[in-house]
């Protein structure tokens, strides 16, 4: 049996996630699923983070074209941004390079394009960590739950706003005491827009219904409201009603008819989202044939996303093998 060949995009935080589990775990991997693989290139210009992760020099590069061009299985794209990781992507998946990224961004913005580009090179794209981060949702909806008709999508999918509500809401904090707060602890961004706008959000939701609920939008046309309006006073209003406020991704389908939207809701204290706090995640489904079911995890992070870019790895690993 041929030893798979993985190439690395970016040893950021997740990329270098991905890299220390493929690297310590490699005994287990191999016992569990019984395939050989290597890292066989890492595209990064900071040397700092290569030396940090303990990755050799001589595996690492700036040239895409010996990645595509050559003897490469699998890419795990965590670059980051959108034209050029899709760019790479497309190309990667049309040479039959099969393609894992956590890029939510990219996925959905270009869902259709990547899926054309994968059929066109009998390539597979998997992309898991793009919406739980360490919570296996996307795999659980087309694989063990695949027969199920879901009717309703509830989400808490962004762990920056999670976080800074909770602060407000169980400390009393307001918006701007709270969000410096996140970004001291490395959940927020210094430039937070995409998060606290629910930017981030919107694409997650995209992508859950696309694959619950065969209905692909373009995560821009999602109607979105982010959290940098809620006041403390609508959290005490909320706890008078009994209720908690979060920023909920949320897609019904009622006999065919598909609505979606992101905004600031509030939800029951008898729900079970409502007790999601800090930076976790979690997803909430209502499936005709399974009933109700909630997923819950850390959203981010470098080894629970790291987590579940390797699951993916490991299943194109066995299709290669197969």
Do not use: W
């Not at 309703?152 to 410096?180: H, P, Q, S, V, W």
């Not at 995560?219 to 979105?224: D, F, G």
Request: hydrophobic share 40%; charged share 25%.
């Amino acid at each position: 049996m041929k030893k798979v060949k993985i190439a690395i995009l970016g040893m950021g935080t997740v990329g270098g996630g991905t890299y220390d589990i493929l690297t310590k775990n490699i005994d287990i991997i191999m016992k569990r699923v019984g395939i050989d693989y290597e890292i066989s290139a890492i595209l990064e210009r900071r040397m700092e983070v290569i030396d940090a992760h303990g990755a050799d020099h001589a595996l690492v590069t700036q040239d895409i074209d010996s990645i595509l061009d050559g003897d490469t299985d699998i890419i795990v794209e965590c670059l980051g941004g959108i034209d050029f990781p899709v760019s790479i992507m497309k190309r990667a998946l049309e040479n039959g390079i099969g393609v894992v990224t956590p890029n939510k961004a990219a996925v959905a913005a270009n869902y259709d394009l990547l899926r054309e580009a994968a059929e066109k090179g009998g390539a597979e794209l998997r992309f898991e960590a793009a919406v739980g981060g360490g919570i296996p949702i996307l795999t659980t909806i087309t694989d063990q739950l695949a027969q199920n008709n879901f009717t309703e999508i509830l989400g808490i999918l962004n762990g920056t706003t999670n976080y800074i509500l909770t602060k407000m809401t169980k400390e009393g904090e307001d918006y701007e005491t709270a969000l410096k707060e996140a970004q001291a602890k490395g959940f927020a961004e210094p430039d937070p827009t995409a998060d606290v706008e629910g930017i981030d959000t919107a694409n997650k939701l995209c992508i859950l219904m696309t694959l619950a609920m065969d209905h692909y939008v373009n995560p821009r046309t999602i109607p979105t409201t982010g959290i940098t309006g809620v006041t403390p006073e609508d959290i005490e209003a909320a706890k008078e009603r009994d209720s908690v406020i979060k920023l909920i991704a949320k897609a019904e389908n009622v006999d065919g008819n598909i609505t979606y939207e992101v905004k600031p809701t509030e939800i029951p204290m008898s729900h079970p989202l409502a007790e999601v706090s800090n930076e976790f995640n979690a997803i909430y489904l209502n499936g005709d044939a399974v009933g109700e079911l909630m997923f819950y995890g850390k959203g981010a992070g470098a080894l629970p996303t790291g987590s579940a870019l390797v699951a993916d790895i490991l299943a194109i690993m066995k299709d290669i093998a197969k």
